[in-house]
């Protein structure tokens, strides 16, 4: 993964630095990811992701997931990793979220009422090298007021998101072919797996 931010454009390791700042200081970004753009922030600070709650209309109830770069940060946010989910991300081959038990060390408001917790590896350029950045998982939601249809490109997202943000990331924007989001799978303490969007 090195050789790979080794390797950006000048437009992005700047647009990077930038979305870090933001982020350090507690700030939200509109931002590429693997699937659909996305909200983000900090997802270790509760102030941060209230903003995003707030300017998505989202009740709390709706527990948003996370993104990392690697699955090697797992072990801090969730109590115990089953093995299946090592199997699962390994033999993945397009974005997929999983559900996990237990999960701790972020946002109390992004662990539901069952304690689970949502986190997907993100091997997107930006959002890859954005994670490793900042060193904490990133919150990541679709980018609409709740109840709203999730934009499939950046020009679909609506002038209230984008005017509620710290900072929109100026890469990617030009992109127009239709994106979809990940599939999500749920996985039980005992290691049973469920799966709730394919």
């Not at 080794?6 to 939200?28: D, P, Q």
């Not at 490109?153 to 994106?179: H, N």
Request: hydrophobic share 40%.
């Amino acid at each position: 993964m090195n050789t790979q931010r080794n390797t950006l454009t000048e437009e992005y390791k700047e647009a990077l630095r930038e979305a870090a700042s933001v982020i350090k200081k507690g700030g939200i970004i509109l931002y590429p990811t693997d699937t659909i753009w996305g909200l983000g922030c900090d997802a270790t600070n509760e102030e941060a992701v209230q903003r995003i709650f707030t300017l998505k209309k989202r009740a709390e109830s709706k527990a948003m997931l996370l993104l990392i770069d690697t699955d090697a940060k797992l072990p801090g946010l969730v109590r115990q990793v089953p093995d299946i989910a090592y199997q699962l991300i390994d033999a993945a081959v397009a974005p997929l979220t999983l559900i996990y038990p237990e999960g701790r060390n972020v946002a109390p408001s992004l662990i539901s009422e069952e304690g689970t917790l949502g986190i997907r590896i993100t091997h997107e350029t930006f959002s890859n090298a954005l994670c490793a950045m900042v060193r904490v998982p990133l919150v990541s939601t679709s980018a609409n007021i709740s109840g709203e249809p999730s934009p499939q490109t950046f020009s679909a997202i609506s002038e209230e998101i984008k005017a509620g943000v710290d900072y929109i990331v100026p890469v990617r924007q030009e992109e127009s072919a239709p994106t979809r989001p990940s599939e999500i799978i749920a996985i039980g303490a005992g290691g049973e797996v469920k799966i709730l969007r394919s």
